[in-house]
């Protein structure tokens, strides 16, 4: 008998009862949470990112795989209750988000999104000797990476390649990282320096409102911001009044501060309560950065390469739920 796996996540269940497990993964695909809660003393492990609570309690459950990047405030405190659970998750991810946040900075700084917009109505803008310069040059600027974990490290050949100086963000800088580093005592001037910033940090109780008021003022007006991570690193109102006010450049936007409840408010859902919407230096996505063909698949294969490792006895993506990462 194998390890025993019941995968009980709706999006990509259909896809892991497609394919063959892995070698020594005894699987269950579940994605309906009355039977699933019927099969609980059953699994060790459990792949969902946000399971029913009485789940987590199985006579036999050892660990939870999230099959994404990051780790939900409410299965994190599930976790911090049950200290018993490992927690893994996935990157299968990185290489897409990363791709995703090079478009929206090229968004911005060439003003693609306004500029389509415009040349809908059959505006064409002022006469080029009334331009002054509507997007910017990157190369020879700076850019900082707020978080260097996968995604970052993705982006990272990106925009060197557009031929910006990489500087990075992390709470303990590496001596002798591939990318120069700083740490919370050089947050400011490293913000102050850069013309573009990525922000790919997850949310957790340490990143929360790390880009403040003040974070946001420190910033020049020419820089932009990208943000793949979480909504809630950057706080929402100094945001959106910085955007406003014409104190940055622009801003690259993916992840956000309202989202829909259901299925229904999909279609009539804003993402924050302060009108982005209205900006013409904001590009927004909904959330979308993995949402390439293919993406669910390669989900539940980076899954199935974290069972196999479990199978084997090894450790593969460990999420510390204290950290959040």
């Not at 829909?260 to 900006?279: A, K, Q």
Request: charged letters at 25%; glycine letters at 12%.
């Amino acid at each position: 008998m194998g390890l025993r796996v019941l995968w009980t996540h709706r999006h990509s269940g259909g896809v892991a009862r497609g394919l063959e497990p892995p070698e020594g993964v005894e699987l269950r695909v579940e994605t309906d949470r009355e039977r699933a809660l019927a099969l609980r003393d059953w699994p060790e492990v459990l792949v969902d990112g946000g399971p029913p609570e009485e789940l987590l309690d199985g006579a036999s459950l050892a660990r939870v795989v999230v099959p994404y990047a990051g780790l939900g405030a409410r299965l994190r405190g599930y976790l911090l209750a049950r200290p018993r659970l490992r927690a893994h998750n996935s990157h299968f991810n990185d290489a897409m988000v990363a791709q995703h946040a090079a478009a929206l900075l090229l968004a911005v700084a060439s003003r693609v999104a306004a500029g389509d917009r415009a040349l809908r109505r059959g505006d064409w803008g002022p006469p080029e000797h009334g331009r002054d310069g509507r997007g910017l040059f990157l190369r020879g600027g700076k850019a900082l990476l707020l978080g260097y974990g996968r995604i970052a490290q993705a982006t990272a050949p990106a925009l060197a390649a557009l031929g910006l100086e990489l500087v990075a963000f992390r709470r303990r800088p590496e001596p002798g990282a591939d990318v120069p580093q700083v740490g919370p005592a050089g947050l400011k001037d490293a913000l102050a320096a850069a013309d573009v910033v990525v922000c790919t940090l997850p949310l957790t109780p340490g990143t929360e409102g790390l880009i403040g008021a003040e974070e946001l003022a420190a910033m020049k007006p020419t820089a932009i911001l990208v943000n793949v991570g979480r909504g809630g690193v950057i706080a929402e109102e100094p945001l959106y009044r910085a955007l406003a006010e014409g104190r940055l450049f622009g801003a690259g936007l993916d992840v956000w501060y309202v989202y829909p409840g259901s299925d229904e408010e999909r279609r009539s859902t804003l993402p924050s309560r302060f009108p982005f919407h209205e900006l013409d230096n904001v590009v927004m996505t909904p959330h979308s950065a993995n949402d390439v063909r293919g993406w669910r698949e390669a989900a539940v294969r980076d899954v199935f390469a974290t069972l196999a490792a479990i199978a084997r006895g090894e450790e593969r993506n460990l999420v510390d739920p204290a950290q959040g990462y």
